[in-house]
């Protein structure tokens, strides 16, 4: 289904309104330019360019919120917050890795007080909540109770929706296991990672052998709850995501040094890991 309303506030209001009235139905949202409405658009431009503007521009309802919810006033510090408050639980219920990785990017470009991280912990934040949220709906009070030590990073993410499938599909464990090259950045994950290859499961003797830690991140594997099917590119997708997660957390350790050399007036250690950024970022392109 796509959703398309004028160009101008108006439109855009009624937009946001058609969302939430179809929020259980997958939807894409088509804005037309310069504030127009479609017979504007038409008047101006050829039937083929209506028609590749409905076919090329769609996009997704956190797309379009993004857009809509974002403050005029880009510097003010509260504006900013109201936005993430706004923003971070729609993309928390995104179940795409790499959508959500890509959501929180486009966030942050418009959030000038806050980094990737910030963001990302605030979405994580907001996906716990509704977790807790559903199971409260959805199930009574159980005596067993878990505490989780750690949000899941980006990169505990993905590693995380890895492991889900290796529990899942005994062929996509081989296929790892038979790559010298791979191993989770998550000491965790690597843990029961171990366990997996040497019993082909994980029991509840197996977690008692463990330590807290491993014990609720096995937890937090199962808490993702996919969808049984796989995607033909799924798991592509989500080590692409992992890539570009510890790429920028690399990033960041950078920056902290290009500011650590700074500060004490070591001009050369800041250019040289200051180059060493630039050469990251265009890798990352």
Known sequence: MIVTYDGDKAGQAATAKALDELKDLPVQVVQIPDAMDPDEYLQKNSPQDLAYLLTNTRISPVEFYIHHFRPENSENLQAQIEFIEKIA?????????TAQNSYIHILTDHLPSFDYQQVEHIVNES?????????????SPSPVTMSVTK????????????LYRMMEHPLVLN????????????PEFQTL????????????EDLAHQTREVE?????????DLPPEMSPHELAEVEESRKRALLNQENLQIKKKVQEASH???????????????AQKRRME
């Not at 716990?128 to 959805?138: A, C, D, G, M, N």
């Not at 171990?194 to 509840?204: A, M, Q, T, V």
């Not at 004490?264 to 250690?269: A, E, F, I, R």
């Open 89 to 97: 639980p729609l993309i928390a219920k995104e179940p795409s890795i």
């Open 127 to 139: 996906r716990v909540r509704q977790r807790k949220e559903k199971v409260k709906e959805t199930y």
């Open 151 to 162: 949000q899941l990073t980006a990169v505990m993410r993905a590693e995380a929706h890895i």
């Open 175 to 186: 296929d790892y296991r038979l790559r010298e090259d791979f191993i989770f950045e998550t």
């Open 193 to 204: 990672y171990g366990l997996l290859i040497d019993n082909g499961s994980i029991s509840s």
């Open 216 to 224: 609720s991140a096995w937890y937090q594997v199962l808490a993702l």
């Open 264 to 278: 004490v007036g070591d001009t050369d250690t800041a250019l040289e890991e200051l180059e060493r950024l630039i």
